[in-house]
């Protein structure tokens, strides 16, 4: 089992930023990938980023392309997501997970894939 807890949400004004923390704690040896999903008020949830372990590859979804950057701490089994010029839009629960090494090449994309999940942060961006 691999627990996630996410930290660094809040209220920002468009225009700001914020910087959200994912602490990966348990059987992280097990890790291929880890990424972020957001779901909005009546919204289903969708997917924002992603990183595989090994820190080589990140993918993002157009919405946040140029926006938003992933990044693993390298001393410890910490993801982050900084967020800049932050839109109302951007409003959501956001929501780490993980994924477990596969036999096969998984979509980083789909929710369905991700063995593990946070409890959710919410961020809020005013207009």
């Known amino acids: 089992q691999v627990q996630l807890v996410e930290s660094g949400g809040g209220l920002v004004q468009a225009g700001g930023s914020l910087r959200l923390s994912c602490a990966a704690s348990g059987r992280t040896f097990s890790i291929y990938a880890m990424g972020w999903f957001r779901q909005a008020p009546g919204k289903e949830r969708e997917f924002v980023t992603a990183?595989?372990?090994?820190?080589?590859?990140?993918y993002y979804a157009s919405s946040v392309k140029g926006r938003f950057t992933i990044s693993r701490d390298n001393a410890g089994n910490t993801v982050h997501l900084q967020m800049n010029s932050l839109k109302p839009e951007d409003t959501a629960v956001y929501y780490c997970?993980?994924?477990?090494?596969?036999?096969?090449?998984?979509?980083?994309?789909?929710?369905?894939?991700?063995?593990?999940w946070g409890q959710g942060t919410q961020v809020t961006v005013s207009s």
């Open positions: 990183i595989v372990w090994s820190g080589t590859s990140t």
């Open positions: 997970a993980a994924m477990d090494n596969r036999n096969w090449t998984p979509s980083l994309t789909m929710r369905a894939q991700y063995d593990y």
